[in-house]
Every structure is written in structure tokens, then in C-alpha cells.
């Protein structure tokens, strides 16, 4: 399927963001799928993510299609420095260097994603000119920060003050276990249905606190950390990557969907299949979100703790999930 060889920015309004004006492009026609059963548009994010959750539901209600809203929505948590998994104020790997990974992918099955990306905040938007404006996949490290900076994104200092202090602090053990639930977050994957019916993804990271440099998890990996299907569903991960990565967990998901089985059971059977590789409860967390084509919702995690927030109807939510333990 070719590529689109360049993209008409949009006036689209950030609301009070000060965010690049690189996220979203004109709203296009969007080509839908002949078994589209759910019109009204909606969003679900990983975690409690109201804000960024809410605004992508007013773009979808007032016409951006799903990829451009899903942007725009996790645009919010990569700018937020407040929030240590995503974006500007991520925790640093162990070097005290703060890289971000990013992928989308649309309703016409095509995807873009950026690993390893140091100074630059707005990697899903990234992610997305990759899919847009080149002939690849994924762009990795200096390469996709020099493409960035051709972009028009601009270098920032994603080590905010109280991340610094923490990596400081945790030099002093050097503890690389990961944190379950850390902080009731660890990356924003959302999910959206815009109002033709067609299904769009991204999912953003700053990657495991303290990782060692270079590591990359399954956020920025099509069909681990995101798979859309437009005739069958979308899903996305969270959690400790290793795990989603090598059960190539998203696509599993909506495979399992393509095969009849619903949301729900789908997120379910992909986490038995992360367990059924461990001895005993796991000391880690991995969980999944959910929908098919009908608007049919799941969700599901190895441990208690995760939730999802979903709008729709000009309503914003956030839902507990059921876990294995």
C-alpha cells in the first residue's frame, strides 16, 4: 500500500497545550471496512489517564479521525513531566539518559514507530511522520532524531530535576527489579474508533526506569506493544515488555478476536499464555486493552492494581480491570 508523500497540517485546536504542531493532520475521508458495526466514536487508554483520554474523545467528536486523535490524546502524557513513564520527566535509564519509544498504526494497516529517541517529547507524532513522510518503519536513535529535528521538532531536556534525584538515589543500590504498578503507570496505550467506525492505536514510553542503554521493550514494536486490524480489533500492552515481546502478545489478541473469541477472552488467553511460561505467581506486571469492530470492550492483567479509562459520549471513565492474582 503506498504511502502518502506528504500531509496537510491541520488548525485543529491543542485546547490549552503547548504542545508541537506537529501531532495531527487534516481530518481525511477515511476508508472503511465492509463489516463496520460501531459509529460512535470512543477511546481507551492504559491507566488513569483522564486528560489525555478526554481530549482525544473531543477531537473524535468533532471529526479527526482515529490515528490523529490517539496522537493528540497521548500528546498530553508525553508532555506531562509530572508523570515518570512517558514523555518529558521519564525516568532515565541507568546511564541518567532519558530515551522514549513510540508507535502507531492506522485503520489502513500501516504503522510507524521510533526507538531509543533522546531530546525530543513528542514521539508518537514522530512515530507517525515516519509512517507518513518516509519509505520505513521504524527509525532508531540518532537517526530519528536528526529526521525529527528535519521535521521541525525541537531538542528539549527530558530530565526533569525530581527524576534526576530519583536516578541519583537509586544509584546508590542500583536495583534493576521492576516496580509492579509503579506509581499506577507505566506507559499510555490508546485505542480509538472514530466516527466512520475505523480503528487507530499509539503507545508511548520512556521504557523500564533504570534500564540499561539501548534497551527497548515492546512499546515501539508492531504487534507486541500495538496491533490494529481494522475488520477485526485493536489492542495494546503494558507492563514489562520482555514479556509482551516475546509473546508477540497484541497480535495474539486480536487474532484470538478474529477467531470469534471477544475482548475479554482475548486479553485473558494472551495473559495465560504469559503465565503459562512461569513457576508459581510472576513478580512482574503485564496487561492488555481491547475492542473489536462491534465496540465490544476488554481487559485484563497478570496482577490487581491496572485500569483503564475509556470516553465516549462525551463521558470520561476509568474502569478497574480484573487480574490473574
Not at 536495583?175 to 499510555?188: G, L, R, S, V
Not at 496505550?189 to 520512556?206: E, I, K, Q
Request: charged share 20%; proline share 3%.
Amino acid at each position: 500500500m503506498k504511502r502518502r508523500a506528504f500531509i496537510d497540517r491541520s488548525s485543529l485546536s491543542l485546547s490549552s497545550l503547548l504542545i508541537s504542531p506537529k501531532i495531527f493532520s487534516t481530518p481525511m475521508k477515511n476508508k472503511t471496512s465492509k463489516n463496520t458495526f460501531q459509529k460512535s466514536p470512543y477511546v481507551l487508554s492504559t491507566w488513569n489517564v483522564p486528560s489525555a483520554t478526554q481530549e482525544a474523545g473531543i477531537a473524535l467528536e468533532q471529526g479527526a479521525n482515529a490515528l490523529d486523535a490517539a496522537v493528540l490524546g497521548v500528546a498530553v502524557e508525553e508532555a506531562n513531566i509530572l508523570n515518570t513513564t512517558v514523555g518529558i520527566g521519564g525516568a532515565p535509564d541507568r546511564d541518567g539518559v532519558v530515551s522514549l519509544d513510540a508507535c502507531v498504526m492506522n485503520h489502513e494497516g500501516n504503522g510507524g514507530a521510533v526507538v531509543a529517541v533522546e531530546n525530543i517529547i513528542h514521539v508518537a507524532a514522530l512515530a507517525k511522520d515516519v509512517m507518513e513522510h518516509t519509505p520505513h518503519v521504524i527509525l532508531a536513535s540518532k537517526g530519528a532524531q536528526k529526521f525529527a529535528l528535519d521535521q521541525g521538532y525541537t531538542k528539549e531536556n527530558l530530565l526533569s530535576e525530581s527524576s534526576k534525584k530519583a536516578w541519583l538515589k537509586w544509584l546508590e543500590k542500583g536495583n534493576y527489579t521492576p516496580e509492579i504498578n509503579i506509581e499506577n503507570h507505566d506507559t499510555i496505550g490508546m485505542l480509538c474508533s472514530d466516527g466512520d467506525g475505523n480503528l487507530s492505536g499509539a503507545c508511548t514510553t520512556s521504557g523500564l526506569a533504570y534500564k540499561m542503554h539501548g534497551r527497548v521493550g515492546d512499546s515501539p514494536i508492531l504487534g507486541s506493544g500495538l496491533f490494529i486490524d481494522n475488520e477485526v480489533g485493536s489492542a495494546v500492552a503494558t507492563g514489562v515488555g520482555e514479556e509482551v515481546l516475546k509473546t508477540v502478545g497484541s497480535f495474539l489478541v486480536v487474532e484470538l478476536m478474529r477467531q470469534g473469541k471477544t475482548p475479554q477472552e482475548a486479553c485473558e488467553i494472551a495473559i495465560g499464555r504469559i503465565l503459562s511460561k512461569q513457576v508459581g505467581k510472576p513478580n512482574f506486571q503485564v496487561a492488555y486493552i481491547a475492542t473489536n469492530k462491534k465496540g465490544e470492550i476488554g481487559a485484563f492483567s497478570i496482577q490487581k492494581g491496572f485500569s483503564y479509562t475509556q470516553h465516549k459520549n462525551k463521558k470520561t471513565n476509568n474502569v478497574p480491570s480484573n487480574s490473574a492474582f
